[in-house]
């Protein structure tokens, strides 16, 4: 059975198909259920995240203080499987909780299902949820199969919710029809500074009409607000559904607090937020990022950290990357030193990336960042009325200033040290392209020539294309983008990325697609020998 019919036969099953938690004789006699809505409820799904060889998280939210379970097998009539007692879902998480799933066989197709236990009455259980995942191969196995996955970015921005009429987040669907092994998601998952209204006039005079929560109607300030963001992604039965079937990778950028957040940030002038405080506000989205994101988390030294690496076999290596946390203030960004006030990703995370790529034994070394490299991002203007930079680039092509001094650095470090195959992937600019990196053209020669892939947006408003920096040698050698500013999803300019590994040829084929699956551009990179 393939994991789609399994998935569909899975939603009849009753809660005798999962292996029952033990109760104590005293809780013997069944509980009496005359209705489901006096069962636990799952109304936002289940997720995977952060596959790797032997593992994966699991992910669910329930609707009141429950204990999580799952069964996991390999088999999809889950002959011999294996029960994992989770962690109790209580209101301090709003009711969301996981489980790290280890010990997995690498390679495999795992199926799972997850019942939850109502902690007020232990004999009352949820209906399973079933899910589906498959997991990299180990590193060092010599059974190598073809690799493929989906990246995109900003979902719900702009206020373009959930349209229902129109299909919902319908380019979810899209890339779960192409069967990734995973889904990258490069930030932007939600827009909590995005309001959204139930009803937007489009420019040929019909109408929009979003879902709307309480909780989406205005800006995010309290906790809350922030949960209350993700909750309204998971009302979208396209996302729920690829959620249950593959895996993603999470990671966050500015949207996930207030538009462009950075130590410089200053709400002061914006009447719309009554909390001014930003490192709050930070706070508070950080919690419910991490609540709601099925990530992995680290040791309590940095229990919040964002960036990680994700070995995905011998062909690939993702280094998902963190532009938002480590960054100084958002300045005019031409200092002419490395300090403080120029990080980007900041000291600490570029020696891990440089020491996870040197240790790499994997063909391809697949770097997923929050922003593009060398466009343009504005951030309007400093007390001086100075362009104030919201990404890397300075709008200066000249030599690396400001932010660009770190990114040199790393780049001329991956030279140095011999890493080959390092490929970009990004979204953040609401437009699809693709760009080359070619020293011969930059201002700064000491580095190896590389590509980077953008796309996104994921039902949010489209814009672009930005203006380009000089300074790598930046080409542009594919883009397309909307004619107007903040298209709304019906005009069609919303996009994804696809890449396929070929387990003989050990090449990387990157596709960029649009929301009915169309492909637009093709690249296909050769590995080169280390």
Not at 241 to 264: G, L, T
């Amino acid at each position: 059975m393939d994991r789609r019919k399994f998935l569909n036969a899975s939603t009849v099953l009753g809660t005798s198909a999962l292996a029952l938690p033990r109760i104590s004789p005293a809780q013997a006699a069944p509980a009496v259920i005359t209705r489901d809505a006096m069962r636990p409820q799952m109304a936002h799904g289940i997720q995977s995240g952060d596959p790797k060889s032997d593992g994966a998280v699991i992910w669910t939210r329930s609707d009141r203080p429950s204990r999580l379970w799952l069964e996991w097998s390999t088999t999809a009539s889950f002959a011999n499987a294996t029960r994992v007692r989770g962690p109790y879902l209580m209101g301090d998480t709003d009711f969301t909780g996981r489980v790290d799933l280890a010990g997995l066989p690498a390679g495999q197709e795992i199926f799972y299902r997850v019942v939850l236990q109502d902690l007020h009455n232990e004999r009352v259980l949820s209906e399973p949820m079933a899910g589906h995942l498959r997991l990299p191969a180990g590193t060092g196995t010599r059974a190598v199969r073809d690799v493929r996955f989906t990246w995109s970015g900003d979902t719900a921005g702009q206020g373009w919710g959930i349209n229902e009429a129109w299909g919902g987040m319908k380019i979810y669907e899209q890339m779960r029809k192409v069967n990734p092994d995973f889904f990258l998601h490069c930030g932007d998952t939600i827009y909590a500074d995005g309001p959204i209204q139930a009803q937007v006039k489009l420019a040929d005079g019909s109408l929009w009409n979003n879902v709307v929560t309480e909780e989406v109607s205005k800006v995010a300030e309290t906790l809350n607000e922030y949960r209350g963001r993700y909750r309204y992604n998971l009302m979208d039965a396209n996302v729920r559904r690829m959620a249950a079937e593959v895996p993603q990778i999470w990671q966050w950028d500015d949207h996930e607090v207030v538009n462009n957040w950075s130590d410089s940030k200053d709400l002061a002038a914006d009447k719309r937020y009554t909390e001014k405080n930003v490192p709050l506000l930070v706070a508070r989205a950080t919690k419910a990022f991490h609540e709601f994101a099925p990530l992995r988390r680290t040791a309590d030294v940095e229990s919040e950290r964002v960036y990680r690496h994700l070995p995905q076999g011998p062909l690939l290596d993702m280094f998902v990357v963190d532009m938002r946390s480590y960054r100084g203030p958002n300045t005019h960004n031409l200092q002419t030193s490395e300090t403080d006030e120029s990080a980007f990703m900041g000291r600490p995370q570029i020696a891990w990336l440089l020491d996870g790529l040197k240790r790499s034994k994997s063909v391809w070394k697949v770097i997923a960042a929050d922003m593009p490299i060398s466009l343009h991002v504005g951030d309007g203007k400093d007390a001086d009325g100075r362009d104030r930079w919201e990404a890397g680039a300075n709008g200066d092509d000249g030599a690396p200033l400001g932010r660009e001094i770190e990114i040199a650095r790393l780049l001329r470090e991956i030279k140095r040290a011999g890493v080959k195959n390092v490929v970009w992937l990004t979204a953040d600019v609401h437009y699809t392209a693709a760009h080359y990196f070619d020293p011969a053209k930059a201002r700064l020669s000491d580095f190896s020539p590389f590509w980077e892939f953008v796309s996104g947006p994921l039902n949010a408003g489209g814009f672009g294309p930005n203006k380009t920096d000089a300074t790598f040698g930046m080409q542009v050698m594919y883009q397309k983008a909307p004619n107007e500013v903040n298209a709304p999803p019906t005009n069609g300019m919303q996009f994804f990325g696809q890449v396929d590994i070929d387990a003989k040829t050990r090449a990387m084929t990157v596709t960029l697609k649009d929301l009915a699956g169309a492909s637009l551009y093709t690249k296909t990179l050769a590995p080169q020998r280390s």
